[in-house]
């Protein structure tokens, strides 16, 4: 069930479609939704040594991210308006260290938690977001890619099936996704050792069925790609909507380090993925 939810919203140069995109799943599950759009600090980090910066200088960067992040709850406010929803916007002020931190605690107080996809040029805040939210939070992450255009839709979701934890994890934390869904399929793919079991695929697509979904069981091969590659080709070929699937990495100390499908998924996804650690 979900009841509430909360998004981060993407300040800064262009519109990044996160908070609309969120709206959306708000509206579907007729859900609260709280946007939260952070005003950075911009206190001189400790990498600019002794330099110095004026007060006027520091006092310009705050104005700027106090403008940004005003833009952004007008956006989040507006759409929230049009969709009718439940709504809650915060500006908060945080340090660009210190966000991902700050909003991985506060997801932990909802349902679920959306955010943006970092841009392909140098996103070290989104990134930092992103982690903090998948590994700390303890709660279910969508992430929204930045070409999104289409709105919440679950016509057609592919499940990535390894039998892992965080697997068993994001297909339990999905179901409320799952049971709104088209058609389900859940997708094993083959390891270069061919030791992948289409039996324990099968186990899981007779438990979603047990649910009453529309459930496929589909083992792919790779072939010479890896593994990441294999499955956002398979999700482009079958016209899918929206993608659930494990997080993998850890954090440390604030280093949030992603396993390598994961990390490919987040720079290249191109439809929202659900992801759980």
Known sequence: MIRDLVVNLSVGEGVHPTGDYAVSVASAFEAHIAGIAFVYDPNVPASFGTAYISVE????????????????????IEATSRAGVSAEPLMLTTSFDGAGD????????FDLAIVGQAKPEPSAVEEQIAGSTLFDSGRPVIFVPYVQKAQFKLDRVMVCWDGSRPAVRAIADAMPLLERAGSVDV??????????????????GHHLARHGLNVDVQR????NIDIADALLSHAADSGTDFIVMGGYGHSRLREFVLGGVTRSILRSMTVPVLMSH
């Open 187 to 204: 997708v094993i793919v083959a390891n270069e050792h061919g030791k992948q079991s289409e039996i324990e695929g099968a186990d899981m």
């Open 220 to 223: 792919i091969t790779r072939d």
């Open 57 to 76: 200088v520091t006092d310009a960067l705050r104005r700027d991210h106090e403008i940004a992040a005003k833009l952004a709850i007008d956006r989040f």
């Open 102 to 109: 700050r909003f991985g605690r506060i997801a932990g107080r």
